[in-house]
């Protein structure tokens, strides 16, 4: 086991789409609507998993370089992925397995808990809120709350600022190298789950410091 298992750490740093919840079906039929309202053509919901971590703007222009389109409309695509998204942000999202009993189990030991993500925050915190979330949670800090996104450390950064965190008190839990990268850049170990949303790659190419199977190893024997 991994030494960054074996222990209890003060904080937990989360990314949500593909690490807390599966986020795909509700971002894929936003997607899809976005897409067609400008007769864009659509991609598989497997694609659009592959398209997730960046924020919405990024997805939407590979899903518009996928077919080789011409993404002048982005902008007006994004708008309407927004509207569409804003309306439906957790109809069929959910948490993966054990992740609600692992933060509750790890906010019933003392630890802060923080949901770091790229996803903006409003959205953000609409799905901890459907959830059941919010006494859960600390903190939630989006894409569009630090002046850079990950793979920036400014995320992590800033959610040790306001939580009044050193680095070496926190643990880093995310699903991509956009996850590990910001957690590197900011000098903080990362644990990647094996099935999130990686862009393709394995979870064992992704270089975090270990990689696992069940949220529920995240609780220290």
């Known amino acids: 086991m991994s030494a960054c298992l074996q222990r209890f ?77 804003g309306e439906h ?14 933060l509750t189990a790890l906010k019933a030991r003392g630890a802060k808990l923080a949901v770091v993500t790229n996803k903006r925050k409003r959205f953000a915190d609409l799905i901890v809120e459907a959830l059941g979330w919010s006494d859960i949670f600390d903190l939630v800090v989006g894409g569009d709350t630090a002046e850079n996104p990950k793979p920036a450390s400014d995320p992590i950064d800033l959610t040790c600022m306001r939580l009044a965190m050193s680095t070496r008190e926190v643990l880093f839990i995310g699903d991509s190298k956009t996850d590990v990268g910001a957690a590197r850049a900011a000098g903080v170990p990362v644990v990647c789950v094996r099935d999130g949303y990686n862009e393709g790659i394995d979870a064992e190419a992704l270089g975090a410091d270990c990689v696992i199977d069940r949220f529920s190893e995240l609780i220290p024997a």
């Open 89 to 102: 942000t957790c109809v069929e999202s959910k948490p993966y397995p054990t992740v609600t009993e692992t």
């Open 9 to 85: 750490w003060t904080a937990y740093f989360f990314d949500l789409d593909g690490t807390l919840v599966d986020t795909a079906p509700d971002l894929h039929k936003a997607l899809t609507h976005a897409l067609k309202t400008y007769h864009y053509p659509l991609v598989d919901e497997s694609l659009t998993r592959q398209f997730i971590g960046h924020g919405a703007q990024v997805m939407i222009e590979r899903a518009i370089e996928h077919h080789d389109g011409d993404a002048t409309d982005v902008s007006d695509v994004l708008t309407a992925f927004l509207d569409y998204y």
